[in-house]
């Protein structure tokens, strides 16, 4: 079935994406920050933190992405009972 709301669709993949690359660039900060050393103004425990956020930032982008694949379910399941409801 067609999706009716296109929005939706481009939503949930923009904040896939948004959850990969946030991930990937704690990754990526944590090992610069790891490799490069610690100075006074930037310690190794940042490193820490960015994966940290990294991770965090991850799970909320896809958890929103979920959620919108959610309502959009919800809706077209509740469209398709109405159809069935209406036919008897």
Do not use: C, H
């Not at 310690?43 to 909320?60: C, D, E, H, N, Q």
């Amino acid at each position: 079935m067609e999706e009716k709301y296109r929005a939706l669709g481009w939503l949930r993949t923009t904040f896939k994406v948004l959850a990969y690359l946030s991930g990937g660039l704690g990754f990526i900060f944590f090992l610069i920050i790891l490799i490069g050393g610690g100075t006074p103004e930037a310690p190794r425990a940042t490193s820490i933190l960015a994966l940290v956020l990294g991770f965090i930032y991850l799970v909320l982008f896809y958890t929103i992405s979920i959620l919108l694949q959610l309502f959009s379910d919800i809706e077209e399941n509740t469209r398709r009972t109405m159809e069935l409801l209406e036919r008897k």
